[in-house]
């Protein structure tokens, strides 16, 4: 059964970068794609971005200027990367499976951020 | 961006009613929809892809219609267990897009 865990600072000063890491397990992330979503406190959900095994990644136009998505497949992680943060980028980020490009049927805890000096 | 619009915002309603979301898409998306349920401070569960397919071990009380722009999601039967937010999501075109969000709620 595929599970996903988030890791990374819950802290993040701003202008700085978020950095945060996806490690799958019980199963292999050489298939599928593998997406990042946020959640502000108090406010719905949004998506950053999702790549696939080989690298090709697809991400938000709202965010595609600051945002990185990157695959490790030797290590069976992915990872985010936000630069210049600002406090409005303070949100729970869920990692997530994604089947043949659609919904998104395993997610990972989630990790709260939040972006202050 | 296809802007997803769900009604009401929040739904009251007791154990064993009847409830119906509805999701409005801004342009048509086909039958790329899913719907998830979200409680609080938990990761979203899918429950429905391709605006109709019950995801595996999702209770068959839950159920998703419609194709092109608007949508729902009905709970046949309300139990405790299903009072919770709940979004969702188009998948027809990037970038992939969410409701704002139905918070249903015990009456």
């Known amino acids: 059964q595929v599970q996903l865990q988030e890791s990374g600072p819950g802290l993040v000063k701003p202008s700085e970068t978020l950095s945060l890491t996806c490690t799958v397990s019980?199963?292999?992330?050489?298939?599928?794609?593998w997406s990042w979503i946020r959640q502000p406190p108090g406010k719905g959900l949004e998506w950053i971005g999702h790549?696939?095994?080989?690298?090709?990644?697809n991400y938000n136009p709202s965010l595609k200027s600051r945002v990185t998505i990157s695959i490790d497949t030797s290590k069976n992680q992915f990872s985010l990367k936000l630069n210049s943060v600002t406090a409005a980028d303070t949100a729970v980020y869920y990692c997530?499976?994604?089947?043949?490009?659609?919904?998104?049927?395993?997610w990972g805890k989630g990790t709260a951020v939040t972006v202050s000096s | 961006d296809i802007q997803m619009t769900q009604s009401p915002s929040t739904l009251s309603a007791s154990v064993g009613d009847r409830v119906t979301i509805t999701c409005r898409a801004s342009?048509?998306?086909?039958?790329?929809l899913a719907w998830y349920q979200q409680k609080p401070g938990k990761a979203p569960k899918l429950l429905i892809c391709?605006?109709?397919s019950l995801e595996s071990g999702v209770p068959s009380r839950f159920s998703g219609s419609g194709s092109g722009t608007e949508f729902t999601l009905t709970i046949s039967s309300l139990q405790p267990d299903d009072f919770a937010t709940y979004y969702c999501?188009?998948?027809?075109?990037?970038?992939?897009?969410f409701g704002q969000g139905t918070n249903l709620e015990i009456k």
């Open positions: 391709k605006a109709s």
């Open positions: 997530a499976r994604t089947i043949a490009v659609a919904s998104m049927d395993v």
């Open positions: 790549i696939y095994y080989s690298g090709s990644a």
């Open positions: 342009q048509s998306i086909s039958s790329w």
């Open positions: 019980g199963g292999s992330i050489s298939s599928d794609y």
């Open positions: 999501q188009q998948y027809n075109t990037y970038p992939y897009t």
